[in-house]
């Protein structure tokens, strides 16, 4: 059984009234929740991906990608069980806006090793105020999609509800 997930605890002196640039999301509670239950269960946070005390995980901005209406973050969350029959990994997460509504998909690198990015889950983004002067987006109605449904071993199918998430991206981008 594991009590924590393994990895970056994501403390770096910080508290959550001045959380880190970048994705912070629980992804499934239940889903995370059920791996701690089992006596083999294991989770890891690394490669710039670290876990809160409360299990959000939180992925840290991809500095090498830039675009006007996709964002890219760097980390590695990985969950294993069942003697290796579970196995899920969630790394290096992209969100792309579709269109004018603030409807967006999250895309994840392929764990079966293709060269695509996986399309996870759907959701809403709606631009916040963060702290300071920082841009801020709030991600909500998350949903599994088709592609994402052999990631989680055909448990939960398309539309299955995921968490909410955010993200937080630095400086505001100033508007001319």
């Not at 959000?56 to 069980?81: H, K, L, M, Q």
């Not at 841009?135 to 448990?155: K, M, P, Q, T, Y």
């Amino acid at each position: 059984m594991i009590s924590d997930v393994t990895g970056d605890s994501g403390k770096d002196g910080r508290d959550e009234a001045s959380p880190l640039p970048g994705l912070r999301w629980p992804i499934k509670r239940s889903f995370v929740n059920y791996v701690r239950s089992l006596a083999d269960g294991q989770g890891s946070a690394t490669h710039g991906a670290s876990v809160s005390d409360s299990m959000e995980f939180t992925y840290e901005i991809d500095p090498d990608f830039s675009s006007i209406n996709e964002w890219r973050f760097r980390g590695d969350v990985r969950f294993a069980g069942h003697a290796g029959l579970l196995f899920v990994r969630i790394a290096d997460p992209g969100i792309r806006v579709l269109g004018d509504e603030g409807v967006a998909e999250l895309t994840v690198v392929d764990p079966y090793g293709s060269d695509t990015r996986l399309k996870l889950v759907t959701l809403r983004v709606l631009a916040q105020d963060g702290p300071g002067d920082t841009e801020a987006w709030v991600g909500s109605d998350v949903r599994l999609c088709a592609d994402g449904v052999e990631l989680f071993n055909d448990v939960y199918q398309p539309g299955e509800q995921f968490d909410s998430l955010e993200f937080l991206l630095g400086r505001r981008r100033q508007t001319p």
